[in-house]
């Protein structure tokens, strides 16, 4: 006799397993759909934070040594100093004829007796050495990022930015130094421009250490890291930033930067946000005549080149996803140059933190200068102050307004 497949054995009928009760089903389904979820964020995380780190990891980096190169630039002596002598007014030379190409006014050397006896007699050599003095800050209390804007040649610093960010959790602080600022040169021995320091001292020195060096003697702080951005890379990374906002009250535009831009606020992108802080000779539209704006110089450049600094440390605040700021790392790829020093870690964590940063209580560094016109008829910035009175004033004014 065949046995029924839902009779036991013993001839009872087989009870079927009882019923889950439909809440508890419901919530395992969630449970598996939470676990599949977060598992998959997980996995496209690891996904994403791996194309990130080959991204900052392919950014080109370069040795810095400074305090080595400073000891090797003790050796500059003889044939050496000569050679990198020439090499100097060779360079400066070459600024002045591209000055005297862009319409600035070139005086006659002569003019330079004049400006003598207006700084009472005094060798501008000695004035220059004396005011580029600071009193020496200990490397433990700043991490210090120079930042560095190199023109097309990639010989001269267009843009140098110094950022402070104080070890004891104090304000940040940000200084723009200006392009022409006449400073004591360890390769030639003698005064030049800062921005030519980005062309190194041969075997003693590369761009970065030599550049490093006379912003280190000047300011009195060490630096710690730096970042080289190219001009036509800086436009890509405005561009990963999902572009910056330019306002300006009268339309504008610059023949020679190709600027164009409405009155108002613009939402530009990175071509039109370099040709904004490379403009030089910005002229703006009133009452239906086109004008040269007022006031615009190396300073005013400056002033546009750290809101823009500012503008983009800001936007680090508005990344919601780290997909978003893999797109920015992307475009990093290809437009800096770091220290070797400078991990991949480190830029990661250096990057976030900004994050966290009250851009309003940063302390906007400015230093006094007094124009000079040096033997070669060439405009230079004679620093006026100390750095050291520079960033006790900003403080002091800053404590004023917050009192």
């Not at 996904?47 to 080595?68: H, N, Q, Y």
């Not at 005013?300 to 440390?313: F, H, T, Y």
């Not at 800001?314 to 780290?322: H, M, P, Q, R």
């Not at 906007?364 to 102050?385: D, I, K, W």
Request: net charge negative.
């Amino acid at each position: 006799m065949s046995i029924s497949s839902d009779v036991t054995e013993s001839g009872s009928p087989e009870s079927p397993p009882p019923a889950e009760p439909k809440g508890r089903s419901l919530g395992n389904r969630l449970a598996r759909l939470v676990v599949w979820t977060v598992l998959g964020t997980v996995v496209f995380a690891v996904v994403v934070g791996a194309f990130i780190w080959r991204s900052l990891d392919a950014i080109p980096k370069v040795p810095v040594e400074i305090e080595t190169a400073r000891s090797r630039l003790t050796e500059v002596t003889g044939e050496d100093l000569a050679e990198q002598q020439a090499i100097a007014a060779d360079l400066e030379a070459q600024v002045l004829a591209a000055a005297a190409g862009a319409d600035e006014v070139v005086v006659d050397p002569d003019f330079l007796e004049t400006q003598r006896l207006a700084l009472e007699d005094r060798s501008v050599d000695d004035i220059a050495i004396e005011f580029a003095r600071a009193v020496p800050v200990a490397d433990a209390v700043y991490d210090s990022y120079l930042l560095i804007g190199s023109d097309l040649s990639e010989a001269l610093a267009d843009v140098i930015i110094y950022v402070l960010l104080p070890r004891d959790g104090s304000d940040p602080v940000l200084t723009s130094l200006p392009r022409d600022l006449y400073l004591p040169n360890p390769c030639t021995q003698q005064n030049s421009r800062i921005n030519a320091a980005l062309n190194g001292c041969g075997e003693f020195a590369n761009g970065p250490e030599l550049l490093g060096l006379m912003v280190e003697d000047f300011t009195g702080i060490p630096v710690d890291h730096f970042a080289i951005v190219n001009f036509e890379g800086f436009a890509d990374v405005v561009d990963a930033f999902g572009g910056l906002e330019i306002c300006v009250e009268y339309p504008v535009k610059d023949s020679k930067s190709f600027l164009s831009l409405p009155a108002g606020c613009t939402q530009a992108d990175g071509e039109t946000v370099l040709q904004w802080v490379r403009s030089r000779n910005t002229r703006e539209l009133v009452d239906g005549v086109w004008r040269t704006q007022e006031g615009v110089d190396d300073f005013v450049r400056q002033e546009r080149q750290q809101q823009i600094l500012l503008g983009m440390a800001a936007k680090l605040g508005s990344f919601s996803s780290i997909t978003a700021f893999s797109r920015v790392v992307n475009g990093l790829a290809g437009a800096v140059t770091f220290d070797t020093g400078l991990s991949v870690p480190g830029l990661v964590q250096t990057a976030w933190d900004f994050r966290g940063i009250d851009l309003t209580t940063i302390d906007q560094v400015s230093v006094l200068t007094t124009s000079f016109r040096t033997e070669y008829g060439a405009l230079v910035e004679l620093p006026a102050e100390s750095f050291t009175d520079a960033l006790e004033a900003a403080s002091l004014d800053r404590q004023t307004a917050g009192g």
